[in-house]
């Protein structure tokens, strides 16, 4: 797991450690078309460790990890709506069983 998406997932001890997940949420969210160029033109540094973060947990665990799981889903909805084409996470080679 790269140290972003580590740090964008880590676990929560206290308030102050949601407020980062949230802020790179909304980053990853904005309007700022560079932000999201950049996570495509380096998807395999950038996406594929963010996809994995979430993919490679079985169920159970994601059912204890709402947060996480909004954040994720936000950010891969924007993405999409934004880059269909080019961000598609079935084209990856993690997604083969």
């Known amino acids: ?5 580590f740090t964008f997932f880590s ?14 949420t ?10 999201i160029e950049t996570c495509i033109n380096h998807q395999e540094q950038l996406l594929v460790p963010f996809w994995e973060t979430v993919l490679d ?3 159970e665990d994601m ?15 924007v993405f999409l709506s934004k880059k269909p084409a080019e961000v598609n ?3 990856h080679s993690f997604m083969v069983s």
Do not use: G
């Open 1 to 5: 797991m790269s140290p972003v998406t």
């Open 11 to 24: 676990s929560f001890n206290n308030d102050a450690d949601t407020r980062y997940p949230y802020v790179a």
């Open 26 to 35: 909304e980053v990853l969210c904005s309007e700022i078309w560079s932000i």
């Open 57 to 59: 947990r079985p169920p």
């Open 63 to 77: 059912k204890t990890q709402m947060v996480m799981a909004s954040h994720f889903a936000k950010v891969n909805a």
């Open 89 to 91: 996470p079935s084209n």
